[in-house]
């Protein structure tokens, strides 16, 4: 498949526990973002790449949250000590444009995390 | 900073009638405007996009949307729905500032088709 892949697709953690999430972005794209959609509710930004640098992490809601993209092609999100207001569906999105470009922005299935 | 109010959290409407989902944006500079589509158990899609020119953009499946500057509004209507547009749309914007094109979204609006 040629799209943008996550994994796992769901994850159930306990409270406390740390958590790691995966994207895979189409293969050559440049930009890489990650939001998160709670129930009900649009899609939020979290962190931008653009390669390996991440260039914006102003969406990350506290320190327990942590992103990287180390090679410049998978990129991890790190949710430390989860907690339950950290539900919510993590969606990965790629897109093949520098920061000055406006490219579209090819996202992924999601994970859906539930803290409990 | 901007922001994205889809005013109807849900739209039901019968098969071929057609359909307005409303947007409505704030921002202090200007933007580039988006609709996505999620179909149930999918990804996002792109539907659509304003990026400049004509302010009506159309859908290769017979959506459109018509960017509105002074009442900054970036609508979408489709003039007969199929049971298949079953879905939730978001509308999302991008500020024209090259600060990153990070997406803000509306919190969307679910379309239930009826048959």
């Known amino acids: 498949g040629a799209g943008v892949s996550q994994s796992p697709r769901y994850k159930v953690a306990k409270r406390g526990q740390d958590v790691a999430l995966r994207c895979d972005p189409i293969?050559?794209?440049?930009?890489l973002f990650w939001y998160q959609q709670a129930l009900g509710q649009g899609p939020e930004f979290l962190t931008y790449?653009?390669?390996?640098?991440?260039?914006?992490k102003s969406g990350l809601p506290s320190d327990r949250f942590f992103a990287e993209r180390p090679e410049g092609s998978v990129s991890t999100l790190k949710i430390q000590r989860t907690q339950q207001e950290d539900s919510a569906v993590y969606l990965c999105?790629?897109?093949?444009?520098?920061?000055?470009?406006?490219?579209?922005?090819?996202f992924g299935p999601g994970t859906r995390l539930t803290v409990l | 900073a901007q922001s994205v109010t889809q005013l109807d959290s849900q739209v039901p409407v019968f098969e071929e009638a057609p359909v307005e989902l409303r947007c409505n944006y704030s921002?202090?500079?200007?933007?580039?405007l988006f609709w996505y589509v999620q179909y149930p158990n999918q990804g996002l899609q792109l539907l659509l996009k304003y990026l400049s020119g004509s302010t009506l953009v159309k859908s290769i499946n017979g959506f459109e949307a018509e960017f509105n500057k002074s009442q900054t509004s970036f609508h979408l209507r489709k003039p007969s729905v199929h049971i298949s547009d079953t879905a939730e749309y978001f509308c999302a914007v991008i500020p024209d500032t090259n600060a990153g094109n990070m997406l803000t979204f509306g919190g969307g609006t679910r379309l239930m088709v009826k048959p």
């Open positions: 999105a790629s897109s093949l444009s520098l920061a000055g470009e406006l490219d579209e922005q090819f």
């Open positions: 293969s050559g794209h440049v930009s």
């Open positions: 921002s202090s500079v200007s933007v580039y």
């Open positions: 790449f653009q390669n390996e640098a991440q260039l914006d």
